[in-house]
């Protein structure tokens, strides 16, 4: 079974970046999907991007396309979200998620049952 813990957030002014980590373990995440999702106050927690267990292909919603580059390294462990371009509306806390393969098998699985590993959350805030 694999742990999962993100960092990286923090506040920031619109327009800034911001670089979350999430870090495994108790286990590989070769071999499994991955993907970041977002909880603003008050919505539900959603799909922002995903990407295969080798990284060789990813995906992203509509909202981050263009801004957000979703990556991982197998070797150390880890996945990564850059955010550049951050706008207010990005503000949330931003969880990391592991799916063992064969369960989605493409880049985009945006449903958030489909997980069965999730960090504890990192808090992104981004001012006007």
């Known amino acids: 079974q694999v742990s999962l813990v993100e960092s990286g957030g923090g506040l920031v002014q619109a327009g800034g970046s911001l670089r979350l980590s999430c870090a495994a373990s108790?286990?590989?995440?070769?071999?499994?999907?991955m993907a970041w999702f977002r909880q603003a106050p008050g919505k539900e927690r959603v799909y922002v991007a995903g990407i295969t267990w080798s990284g060789g292909d990813t995906f992203y919603t509509d909202s981050v396309s263009g801004r957000f580059i979703i990556s991982r390294d197998n070797p150390k462990n880890s996945m990564y979200l850059q955010m550049t371009s951050l706008k207010p509306e990005d503000t949330a806390v931003y969880y990391c998620a592991a799916s063992t393969f064969g369960i989605c098998t493409g880049a985009k699985c945006p449903v958030a049952s489909w997980y069965a590993y999730w960090g504890q959350g990192t808090q992104v805030t981004v001012s006007s």
């Open positions: 108790g286990g590989t995440i070769n071999g499994y999907g």
